[in-house]
C-alpha cells in the first residue's frame, strides 16, 4: 500500500481514477442493464404499443382523447393498466355503443392479437395492474369453500348468492357472472370496471381472488351441477313464487277442470 | 240390540265380515247416523269449487313431508364445521340448522326431493287459497249463512302465511336469516315496546342462539295445529252449510244439484288428492327450490342482492321497499316511519278484506241466506272492490321484486319504485272505475241476449233490399241463466220530515249506509234486467232487431 499511497501524487493519477471509476461504472451498467435479449422485446413491445395506438385512435379516443387523457365523454385511461383494458374490451363493452346508465356486455370484435396491442399502449400512458397470467386464475390450489365465502361478503350484496346479478341504482345493475371468462372474473376484481369498486391485492389478496374464481367456476359455470332440478335463474323466491303460481297451481286447476268436466250424469241433457 | 235381531242372525248363520265390523264400530262411535246423514250429501260440480281441495291436498302433503323432515332435521345454532358431501361448503362454519339442511339435502334417501316437495307444495297451498278466497270473493259465497266459514278461511291463510315464514327461516341460509333480520327491524321498529319485544323474542341481541328453536316448535307445533283445528272447523261448516251452486236450471236457494259424495265424490275427491300430489311431486322432481347449498350459510355481516320472502310475503316486502325512510329523532328516541308505516298498513289491507262479508251485509241491508253464487258481472262494486283489493296487492308484489324487474326489463329500480308508489294509490281507484264500467257493459250485452237474441251471424236480404242480421233467440235455459239474479232497491233514508213535519234525526251511519247502498244498486250502478213485458213485446214482433 506505501507504494500506491507514495504515487498518489502522480500527475497521471487522476486520470487512472478516472479511468477506474468509468471501468467500474460501465461494467455495473452491463452487469445490472436489460440484456439484449430485452432489448429486442423492447422493440416488440414498441411496435405493440405503436398499432395500439392506431387502434385506439379508431376506436377509442372519441370519448378517451387522443392520448387517453380522458373527456368529458370517457374518464382518462393513464394508470388503469392493460388488465383494465383487456376486461373491457375483451368483454366487448368497449368500445361502448352508447352512453347511458351502464355499458353492457356485447359481441367483442377485436382478436385477441388487436386486445393485446391496445393494452399495451394503455399500459404505457401509466402504470397499472397487468393481464392476470393463467396460473393466476385457474382453480388448481384454490380452496372452493373460502371462495364462496369471501364472495358472499365482497360480492354477493350486489352479484346475488351464486353470481346472477342484481339491481343498482338509476338503472345500474350488477352484471350475472354466469359464463363469464375466469380471466375477466379476476380483471374486474383488480380493476372494478364501471360501478364496481376495485378489489386490489390489499383488500382481497392473490390467493382470495383465485379462491373466488374457482368458486364461480363451480357454482355457476355451465358445468356446475344443480342437485335440485332447473334453477330457474337462481334468482330466489320471486321466480320460484311465479313458477309454483303458473306451473304448480296452473297444472292443479288444469287437473280440477279435467276432474270436475269428467263426471256421472244422471239423465242425458 | 234387540233380543229379535240376535234371534234373526244366529237364524241366517254370521252376518258378512264387514257388516259385522260396521256394527262393531257403530256400537261404539255411533257411526250410524253420521253417515246416514253425510254419506248422501251432494256437491255441485264445478272446477272452480275444487280450488278449496288443492290447498287442503297441499296442506295434508305438507304434514305429511315435513313429519319426514323433522326426523333430520336439528333446529339447534350451535356451530359446526361443514364436512359433508357438499365441496364447495368444506370447512364453512355453519349452524346445526344448517348443515343438517346439508344433510338432508345430499346425504339422506330422498332427502332433498321431499324438502322440495315441502317447499313447492307451500307456494301452492298458499296460492290456492289466495285463489279460492278470490272465486269465493267474486260469486258471493261469503254471504250469510257464510260469513264465519270466511273469516275462518282467512285465519288459515294468515296463519299460513307466517307458518310458511318460520318454515322459509329454519334452515338458516343466508337468505332466510336476512329475513329474520328483517322480521328484527320489523320488531323494533314498534314505537316504546320495540326494543323489549326483541330482546324477548330473540333471547338476546340478534341473531342468538334461540330464534331457530323457538320457531321451529312455532312452525311444526303451534300453528299447524292451531291450522289443522281450523280446517277442520271450516270442513265441518261446508258440509253443515251444504256447497253453494251457480245459478241454472232446476237450481234454487233450497237445493243443491249434484252428485252425492259417496260414491262420486270420493273417488273424485281422492283422485283428485293424487293427482294434485303427482302435480307438486313432478314440480319438485324437476325445479329446484330453495337451494339452500349455493345461498351459503346466515351470517349478519353478509347479505346479498335479490334477498325476497317467499310470494305470500312479498306485498309485505314491497310495502317497505317502496315506503320513504322517514323518521323522526327526538329526546334519543327514533320513530322509525320507513318501517312503522308498512307495518301498520299489512294487516290494515288484510283486515279490509276480511271484513268485507259484515260490511256488504249492514250496507245492503241483507240479512237472508244465499245459496246460489252471483255472477261477478251482477254485482259490480263487489267486483270492482275486489279487483281494487288484488291490483294493490300485486302492486305491491311488483314493489317487492323490483329489483328483479330492473334487471329484466331494463328499467331503472328507481322509477320502479316511484311507480308502484303512485300506482298503489291510483291503480285500485283505475281498477274499480274500469272494473265497474266492464260489469255494467257485460250487463248490458246479456239484457241484449235476453232480448235480441244472439248474434248468428247470418246476414239476410229482404225483399225491399234491406240487409240484416239474423239473431237467434235463446232457449229457455239460457234465459233463465241471464235473468235469474235479484236487482234489490238501494236502502232508502225515508223522508226528510215525519208526519208532523219536524226534521227526522239521521244518524251519520244511517247517511253513509244509504250512500253506500246507492253505490250498490243506484240508477247508475245497475243496468235494469230485462222484465218480461218487454221481452213478450220484442219477441212478438217482427222477429228480428
Known amino acids: ?269 | 240390540m234387540s233380543n229379535e235381531t240376535t234371534a234373526t242372525t244366529a237364524r241366517r248363520g254370521q252376518a258378512p265380515r264387514g257388516e259385522r265390523i260396521a256394527d262393531w264400530a257403530d256400537g261404539r262411535l255411533g257411526i250410524y247416523s253420521l253417515a246416514k246423514a253425510n254419506m248422501r250429501k251432494i256437491f255441485p260440480d264445478h272446477w272452480s269449487f275444487m280450488l278449496g281441495e288443492v290447498a287442503l291436498y297441499s296442506f295434508i302433503i305438507i304434514i305429511l313431508t315435513g313429519v319426514y323432515l323433522t326426523l333430520f332435521f336439528h333446529p339447534s345454532m350451535a356451530e359446526v364445521t361443514y364436512h359433508g358431501s357438499y365441496v364447495p361448503m368444506h370447512g364453512i362454519k355453519m349452524t346445526q340448522a344448517f348443515e343438517s339442511t346439508l344433510h338432508i339435502s345430499f346425504d339422506v334417501r330422498g332427502g332433498l326431493l321431499i324438502r322440495q316437495i315441502h317447499h313447492w307444495a307451500a307456494l301452492v297451498f298458499l296460492a290456492a287459497m289466495m285463489v279460492h278466497m278470490m272465486r269465493v270473493f267474486f260469486t258471493g259465497a261469503f254471504r250469510k249463512p257464510r260469513e264465519v266459514n270466511w273469516l275462518f278461511g282467512f285465519l288459515l291463510f294468515v296463519l299460513g302465511m307466517f307458518t310458511g315464514f318460520t318454515g322459509y327461516s329454519l334452515p338458516d341460509d343466508l337468505l332466510s336469516g336476512t329475513g329474520v333480520r328483517f322480521i328484527e327491524g320489523v320488531i323494533l321498529a314498534m314505537p316504546l315496546i320495540g326494543s323489549y319485544l326483541q330482546m324477548f323474542i330473540f333471547g338476546g341481541e340478534f341473531p342468538g342462539h334461540d330464534i331457530i328453536p323457538r320457531f321451529f316448535t312455532i312452525h311444526v307445533l303451534l300453528l299447524p295445529g292451531i291450522m289443522l283445528g281450523l280446517l277442520v272447523a271450516h270442513l265441518i261448516l261446508v258440509i253443515y252449510h251444504k256447497h253453494t251452486q251457480f245459478p241454472g236450471a232446476g237450481k234454487t236457494n233450497n237445493n243443491v244439484v249434484g252428485m252425492p259424495l259417496l260414491p262420486v265424490y270420493m273417488a273424485k275427491a281422492g283422485g283428485f288428492f293424487f293427482l294434485v300430489f303427482g302435480v307438486i311431486a313432478v314440480i319438485a322432481a324437476v325445479a329446484s327450490i330453495n337451494p339452500v347449498w349455493a345461498i351459503g350459510p346466515y351470517r349478519p355481516d353478509q347479505v346479498s342482492t335479490g334477498a325476497q320472502p317467499d310470494w305470500y310475503m312479498g306485498f309485505a316486502e314491497g310495502l317497505v321497499r317502496v315506503m320513504p325512510g322517514w323518521e323522526w329523532n327526538f329526546w334519543g328516541h327514533t320513530i322509525n316511519f320507513g318501517v312503522l308505516i308498512p307495518i301498520l298498513v299489512f294487516p290494515l289491507v288484510l283486515v279490509a278484506i276480511a271484513v268485507y262479508p259484515f260490511v256488504e251485509s249492514w250496507v245492503r241491508g241483507d240479512k237472508r241466506e244465499h245459496h246460489i253464487l252471483d255472477r261477478p258481472r251482477n254485482v259490480p262494486t263487489r267486483t270492482a272492490f275486489g279487483v281494487a283489493w288484488l291490483v294493490a296487492y300485486f302492486v305491491m308484489l311488483i314493489g317487492g321484486g323490483n329489483d328483479l324487474w330492473a334487471t329484466h326489463f331494463h328499467l331503472s329500480i328507481n322509477s320502479i319504485t316511484w311507480f308502484v308508489r303512485i300506482a298503489f294509490f291510483v291503480g285500485p281507484v283505475l281498477a274499480f272505475i274500469a272494473t265497474k264500467r266492464i260489469c255494467l257493459g257485460l250487463q248490458r250485452r246479456d239484457k241484449d241476449k235476453v232480448l235480441h237474441g244472439r248474434e248468428s251471424g247470418i246476414i239476410k236480404r229482404l225483399p225491399h233490399g234491406e240487409f240484416i242480421e239474423v239473431h237467434e233467440p235463446l232457449n229457455q235455459e239460457q234465459l233463465h241463466f241471464l235473468t235469474q239474479h235479484e236487482q234489490p232497491e238501494p236502502v232508502e233514508l225515508g223522508p226528510e220530515v215525519d208526519e208532523n213535519g219536524v226534521r227526522r234525526k239521521l244518524k251519520r251511519s244511517q247517511k253513509l249506509r244509504a250512500k253506500l247502498s246507492k253505490g250498490y244498486y243506484g240508477e247508475d250502478n245497475v243496468i235494469p234486467k230485462p222484465t218480461v213485458e218487454e221481452y213478450k213485446e220484442i219477441t212478438s214482433g217482427h222477429g228480428h232487431h
Open chain 1, 1 to 269: 500500500m506505501k507504494k500506491l499511497s507514495a504515487r498518489r501524487r502522480h500527475p497521471l493519477a487522476a486520470l487512472v481514477v478516472l479511468l477506474f471509476a468509468l471501468a467500474v461504472t460501465g461494467g455495473l451498467y452491463a452487469a445490472f442493464a436489460p440484456a439484449d435479449k430485452a432489448q429486442a422485446d423492447d422493440t416488440a413491445q414498441s411496435l405493440a404499443i405503436k398499432e395500439g395506438k392506431k387502434l385506439f385512435a379508431v376506436g377509442c379516443a372519441s370519448c378517451h382523447g387522443t392520448g387517453g387523457q380522458g373527456s368529458s365523454d370517457g374518464p382518462s385511461l393513464v394508470g388503469v393498466g392493460a388488465a383494465a383494458v383487456d376486461f373491457q374490451v375483451g368483454t366487448g363493452r368497449m368500445p361502448a355503443q352508447q352512453p347511458g346508465a351502464q355499458v353492457p356486455r356485447k359481441r367483442n370484435i377485436y382478436t385477441n392479437a388487436q386486445i393485446d396491442q391496445l393494452a399495451a399502449y394503455v399500459a404505457s400512458l401509466g402504470p397499472g395492474p397487468a393481464v392476470p397470467d393463467k396460473a393466476q386464475y385457474s382453480a388448481d390450489g384454490a380452496d372452493i369453500g373460502k371462495g364462496g365465502e369471501l364472495f358472499r361478503t365482497n360480492c354477493a350484496q350486489c352479484h346475488n348468492f351464486t353470481g346472477k346479478g342484481g339491481a343498482l341504482t338509476n338503472g345500474k345493475y350488477a352484471p350475472t357472472l354466469e359464463g363469464v371468462n375466469p380471466k375477466h372474473i379476476y380483471e374486474a376484481m383488480e380493476t372494478g370496471p364501471q360501478n364496481m369498486p376495485s378489489f386490489g391485492d390489499g383488500t382481497l389478496s392473490k390467493q382470495n381472488k383465485k379462491d373466488i374464481v374457482a368458486y364461480l367456476g363451480a357454482v355457476d359455470s355451465d358445468k356446475s351441477a344443480s342437485p335440485g332440478g332447473m334453477e330457474l335463474g337462481g334468482l330466489g323466491p320471486v321466480t320460484e313464487g311465479l313458477f309454483g303460481y303458473i306451473f304448480g297451481l296452473g297444472a292443479c286447476v288444469a287437473v280440477a277442470i279435467w276432474v270436475a268436466a269428467r263426471t256421472t250424469k244422471a239423465k242425458k241433457s
